[in-house]
């Protein structure tokens, strides 16, 4: 079955820039989507098709996908973008949704 | 407002079964597939089912496959998840989600742009 990769934990600084990975074999050919999850609360879409944004979602967000790795960025990283993000394609090998395991962000 | 609202949670015991429900509002629901997506406490996001706007065309996670059964009710704009057969690992908080594209290609899903709040569902003796 297809998986995905990312980093458990990422930590940045207010202001600066935080990258969020996600390796999957020949992940580039795969449409992928970003969750942001705040503690207690349900997920919210952040990135889709590689790298679109849902209306109302800042333009610091925002995604790339090649090769074997999916990035999700974020610029100018607030407090208030403290949550875990998970990363996820649609296998249509396995007819199966996939998640990464997800990645906490602390702003330091 | 857009939105879905799950219901049906509780405590039960192993080997018992259990009906979800998600209520849907302010779009379309019949030209929508459909998700549930769980999480286990201090877990990850797990994908759990799918199921075509139609309803006749169901995917499911290896973990529940032959367990759980999806399906919904298009005239009363409602999904559901059958769960049979309960174990301590099912344990979690399930979401209902909506797919992000309407009347899409029942082969190809499109990920959740809408998500309800969860409903718990504990699996204890």
């Known amino acids: 079955s297809y998986v995905l990769t990312q980093p458990p934990s990422v930590s940045v600084a207010p202001g600066q820039t935080a990258r969020i990975t996600c390796g999957g074999n020949?992940?580039?050919?795969?449409?992928v989507l970003w969750y942001q999850q705040k503690s207690g609360q349900a997920p919210v879409l952040v990135v889709y098709?590689?790298?679109d944004r849902p209306s109302g979602i800042p333009e610091r967000f925002s995604g790339s996908n090649s090769g074997n790795t999916a990035t999700l960025t974020i610029s100018r990283v607030e407090a208030g973008d403290e949550a875990d993000y998970y990363c996820q394609v649609w296998d249509s090998s396995s007819d199966h949704v996939v998640f990464g395991g997800g990645t906490k962000l602390t702003v330091l | 407002q857009v939105q879905v609202v799950e219901s049906g949670g509780g405590v039960v015991q192993p080997g018992r079964s259990l009906r979800l429900s998600c209520a849907a509002s302010g779009f379309t629901f019949s030209s929508y597939a459909m998700y549930w997506v769980r999480q286990a406490p201090g877990k990850g996001l797990e994908w759990v089912a799918v199921?075509?706007?139609?309803?006749?065309?169901?995917y499911y996670a290896d973990t529940v496959k032959g367990r759980f059964t999806i399906s919904r009710d298009n005239s009363k704009n409602t999904l559901y998840l059958q769960m049979n057969s309960l174990r301590a690992e099912d344990t979690a908080v399930y979401y209902c989600?909506?797919?992000?594209?309407?009347?899409?290609?029942?082969?190809?899903?499109?990920?959740?742009?809408?998500w309800g709040q969860g409903t718990t569902v504990t699996v204890s003796s």
């Open positions: 020949n992940i580039g050919i795969k449409s």
């Open positions: 098709d590689d790298s």
């Open positions: 989600a909506r797919d992000r594209v309407a009347a899409a290609p029942k082969y190809y899903y499109y990920g959740m742009d809408v």
């Open positions: 199921i075509s706007y139609d309803g006749n065309n169901k």
